[in-house]
């Protein structure tokens, strides 16, 4: 394996679409969501260990998530596992980790890859990223992976490339926010814009470069530490300094001020599961579009819901459609599919009582 290969996966997130499986203190990358034997933390480490080596596979997240990560990941050490002592959005973190990386290897190539996607071809995303680390290692560039819509989803941010790059990796015209149903179906007519995947791959070099550029407040907050990373004295210049820094993603602080940024429509299936219904799509269903993790059910009159809860639990439906349909602990949810983004206020609802 190529030494100079590194990777970040974020693992910072509390994924409050999926309560109540998802919680504070037990976020969805943590959960074997799809019944697979496997968490999407632990599915992403396998696959970018393919091309990786497993000894430059940092982890981005809270410092409370620390032991989780261990536990699901023991064949990491320690200095893997980055922590963020509180939460200031994607740039900051991203900028931490990769100091921390330059620090160790100045030649270094890395992707920044959420650790709770679901990616089922393997052999084509770890050809996308050979081709991305190609690319990376000859040009100053920063690249990101962007997916061909399916449908007009209201619920991704798309990127506009080049109409008329007929190169396989495209110029990146503007990063677009998430549209509304109408502005969307133009996105899929216009035959230029993809899905905004929250996949990134550069060299150390480029994205420091970049940051030192378009966020330099941010820059020498971090660099005046530069050598204090990676010893003893990192943990205390990073609870002193970190909330310093600006709460802002890496899009906003970067990607959309940035000029070199380049996209590959990636080849591999691609779903981020964000919310219930994502997850409903990967799963498998029976005659009447209905998808079970865990449970043993019997079923009249029901179609299209999703239902999930501990092992074993015996579960009856008759009469319900488009439902999700979640048993976990002490919380039990049954809640219309189409109105699944309104999770996360009724979360916080609970939360205020």
């Not at 970018?48 to 809270?62: F, H």
């Not at 179609?303 to 459609?321: C, E, Q």
């Not at 976990?328 to 109105?339: G, W």
Request: hydrophobic share 40%.
């Amino acid at each position: 394996m190529n030494e100079n290969y590194y990777a970040i996966i974020m693992a910072g997130g509390v994924g409050s679409r999926f309560w109540p499986v998802s919680t504070p203190e037990f976020p969805k990358q943590f959960h074997d969501m799809l019944g697979t034997g496997e968490t999407l933390i632990q599915k992403t480490f396998s696959r970018l260990s393919q091309l990786i080596p497993k000894e430059n596979i940092l982890i981005l997240t809270n410092d409370k998530y620390a032991d989780i990560v261990q536990e699901q990941l023991p064949m990491i050490n320690n200095e893997q596992i980055v922590l963020e002592p509180e939460m200031r959005n994607t740039a900051p973190c991203i900028l931490y980790a990769s100091m921390k990386i330059k620090k160790r290897n100045p030649n270094a190539l890395m992707i920044v890859a959420p650790s709770d996607h679901w990616i089922e071809d393997e052999v084509q995303f770890v050809a996308n990223l050979q081709r991305s680390f190609d690319i990376c290692d000859h040009d100053n560039v920063l690249m990101t992976l962007g997916i061909l819509p399916t449908f007009a989803n209201t619920g991704y941010g798309y990127i506009e490339f080049d109409k008329l790059d007929s190169r396989q990796v495209k110029k990146v015209v503007q990063f677009r926010e998430k549209p509304d149903y109408a502005t969307a179906k133009k996105f899929i007519q216009s035959r230029n814009f993809l899905w905004n995947s929250g996949i990134f791959i550069w060299s150390v070099s480029s994205i420091l470069d970049a940051f030192e550029k378009f966020q330099p407040v941010m820059f020498n907050l971090f660099n005046e530490g530069f050598d204090k990373l990676n010893t003893e004295a990192e943990a205390d210049f990073v609870a002193e300094n970190y909330g310093k820094s600006e709460n802002i993603s890496i899009d906003y602080a970067v990607m959309e001020n940035a000029k070199n940024v380049f996209v590959l429509p990636a080849t591999f299936d691609w779903n981020d599961l964000g919310t219930w219904g994502s997850l409903y799509d990967k799963l498998p269903k029976d005659a009447n579009e209905n998808a079970v993790v865990n449970a043993t059910i019997v079923i009249e009159n029901a179609s299209n819901n999703i239902v999930r809860t501990n092992a074993g639990k015996k579960v009856v439906i008759d009469g319900l459609n488009d439902y999700i349909i979640v048993d976990e602990d002490d919380v039990l949810l049954i809640y219309p599919k189409k109105k699944e983004q309104d999770i996360k206020q009724i979360v916080a609802k609970i939360n205020a009582k």
